[in-house]
């Protein structure tokens, strides 16, 4: 786990950089963008601060949420999976909510609190709640290599609201489930029906929350990630009340820190560049973490972990990254720079 010295330097960082996205989206156009092939725009031509904060983004959803599997499993050792999510979330969306609001952001409205209500419950509820409850079962670098189908779902999705796939991508899709078929060979990675069955729902849901957000009429800004986190939290935490979850003993330090990091780094930074992503780029270039978390948490759970890792791992690698090569080559892949 980190040590307190690089604890604070990368929260110095990390506060610096989800200032700088929040802002830049804070000062874009007042309207909910929608996506269309037509309003795209190629991310060579956006602006040199837009391109590099895309690029910041895709490397935080890249690599940090690749972390964020082997940090539910740490923090699974002392916290009860939904009460993990909600005091996750409420902590979260409660630190964000304060920032904006101490900077001028105005509250949301009734209409943008309830779309924030369905993106909520598919994205954080349905999506990361089923994770950490699967997560009891289902070791982390597979959890990873299951939601890498997030694209495919995601492809599929855009077409209810007249998306039109590019061949590239689908073979980009389609490559990369070859990659995770290889991966799922990994003889160390065993877990139950009932748990590969909860991370594909968490996948679907999550996916289905990713595309509805564009269309609904959201929170300007940073204060979508608020707000979702938020009622993510409470629901989260009620559910956990519901199901009579509880702490058994004092949380140990190792899970204690983990819950910390889930919070700073697996939410308030991931989650914000995850968002503008989402605002920023094609669905299937912003969903294309998906490919490059199995292997990072592979790797982790190897290094960290105690995981073992055998030579299907390593030969699902390069088609997982040519993968990430074909759907990163697609045309208009920028949305309308504001």
Do not use: C
């Not at 539910?72 to 050792?77: G, H, N, V």
């Not at 289905?208 to 009622?231: T, V």
Request: aromatic share 10%; proline share 5%.
């Amino acid at each position: 786990m980190l040590n307190r010295q690089s604890y604070n330097e990368a929260h110095r960082f990390t506060t610096s950089k989800v200032q700088q996205i929040m802002t830049s989206q804070a000062t874009s156009s007042h309207s909910t963008p929608q996506f269309t092939t037509s309003d795209a725009q190629p991310i060579e031509t956006a602006s040199p601060n837009r391109r590099l904060l895309v690029i910041f983004s895709l490397l935080v959803v890249y690599i940090v949420w690749g972390t964020t599997y082997l940090g539910i499993r740490f923090a699974l050792e002392s916290f009860p999976p939904y009460f993990l999510m909600g005091s996750r979330f409420l902590a979260a969306g409660g630190l964000l909510f304060v920032f904006l609001r101490a900077r001028g952001a105005p509250m949301p409205t009734r209409v943008q609190w309830r779309s924030a209500a369905i993106v909520a419950v598919l994205l954080l509820v349905f999506g990361m709640g089923s994770v950490a409850l699967a997560e009891q079962s289902v070791s982390s670098g597979l959890t990873a290599t299951l939601v890498a189908t997030s694209p495919l779902w995601a492809l599929l999705f855009s077409m209810l609201w007249g998306g039109r796939p590019q061949r590239i991508e689908w073979a980009g899709v389609a490559l990369g489930i070859a990659g995770v078929a290889l991966l799922s060979r990994e003889g160390a990675l065993q877990a139950n029906p009932a748990g590969i069955a909860l991370v594909m729902f968490a996948t679907i849901a999550w996916s289905l929350g990713s595309i509805w957000s564009r269309h609904l009429p959201m929170p300007k800004g940073a204060m979508g990630n608020a707000a979702e986190m938020l009622i993510g939290g409470v629901i989260l935490t009620v559910l956990s009340v519901v199901r009579g979850e509880h702490l058994i003993g004092t949380p140990t330090v190792s899970a204690s820190a983990a819950l910390i990091y889930l919070i700073v780094f697996g939410s308030l930074l991931t989650l914000t560049a995850y968002m503008y992503l989402l605002d920023t780029v094609h669905p299937t270039l912003a969903t294309s973490y998906a490919f490059v978390n199995p292997p990072i948490a592979l790797f982790l759970g190897v290094l960290l972990g105690g995981e073992h890792l055998t030579g299907s791992a390593l030969l699902a690698l390069p088609v997982i990254f040519a993968a990430l090569l074909l759907i990163s080559l697609r045309k208009n892949d920028t949305k309308r720079v504001h």
